[in-house]
């Protein structure tokens, strides 16, 4: 199993004078077998992400036990029935829906929704991944309509999009001679940089204080992907604050997407979604196999 986390499965049939379909069907007995055995009545807070699976806006959806850093259920789609799916699995396996008292996800109303029919009792967390995300789509978009009108904004995305401290001398010497040009970019970018404290506030009573702030700064910015971004943070205002109160992330689904892309990288993708997520099971789902001796 330690080999096939390693190696894609074709270089492990290769390597064994096998055929891969075979390696394949032995790894989704293991998997299977390991994931059936499983007992999940402790699990108490989760993360929810999507990845693409393959081309053609093709995703599948992870959740993660956020306490002790494991897989617990991946599945095809990202729409709120893929959380149905899950609360049956996590029933299947000793655990209840009301168990679960913190659920960190994007801002995906599927997602959202999803939550709130089938784990009612959860407190939903947007974490500070997803929200500067949004605040940065927010500055590129503003660049982008601005290159019209300004040339020299053309390959500038980096700069505006990275804070000050992971710059080059240079590259900053670069933003502060595009700012004395009064550019809309320049203005939303001091608006991403302020947004940036929030993170830094020591409670949610300073942290709402801040936001409220900056809400009225931005949405009177007068530009209109800035405005939306706000705007956005605003409607999911209690579940942006519970990040003081709840302190989860989707940090860790985020670095095992990384893993989950890479080792399809090396593969050079999977043929269907089903051997994704049995990778994906053996690369972060804690499994206790029970190998033949």
């Not at 109160?245 to 997407?257: K, P, V, Y």
Request: charged share 25%; aromatic share 10%; hydrophobic share 40%.
């Amino acid at each position: 199993m330690a080999l096939c986390q390693e190696m894609p499965v074709l270089a492990v049939a290769d390597l064994i004078g096998e055929h891969d379909t075979r390696i394949w069907r032995v790894l989704h007995h293991y998997v299977k077998d390991a994931v059936a055995a499983r007992d999940l009545s402790d699990v108490k807070t989760i993360g929810v992400d999507e990845t693409a699976s393959r081309r053609g806006h093709r995703y599948v959806t992870f959740f993660f036990d956020l306490d002790r850093k494991r897989l617990l259920f991946g599945t095809t789609g990202k729409d709120a029935s893929t959380v149905e799916s899950f609360s049956k699995d996590l029933q299947a396996h000793k655990g209840t829906p009301s168990q679960i008292k913190r659920v960190a996800c994007d801002m995906s109303a599927a997602f959202i929704k999803g939550i709130r029919d089938h784990f009612p009792h959860a407190e939903i967390t947007f974490d500070r991944f997803h929200l500067t995300k949004i605040v940065n789509e927010a500055v590129d978009r503003v660049r982008r309509e601005e290159v019209a009108t300004c040339e020299d904004l053309k390959k500038t995305r980096f700069l505006w999009l990275t804070n000050p401290s992971g710059l080059s001398r240079a590259q900053r010497a670069r933003i502060f001679n595009l700012s004395c040009q009064n550019l809309k970019t320049a203005r939303a970018y001091q608006i991403r940089l302020v947004f940036q404290d929030f993170f830094n506030k020591p409670n949610g009573e300073k942290g709402e204080a801040f936001l409220k702030q900056w809400y009225f700064w931005a949405t009177h910015s007068r530009l209109q992907p800035i405005i939306q971004a706000a705007k956005t943070i605003k409607d999911h205002w209690n579940g942006v604050l519970n990040l003081f109160s709840a302190r989860i992330t989707t940090g860790l689904l985020e670095g095992f997407n990384s893993l989950i892309q890479a080792a399809k990288a090396r593969a050079r993708g999977y043929r269907s979604d089903e051997n994704l997520i049995a990778m994906a099971y053996l690369i972060a789902g804690r499994l206790a196999f029970g190998l033949p001796t």
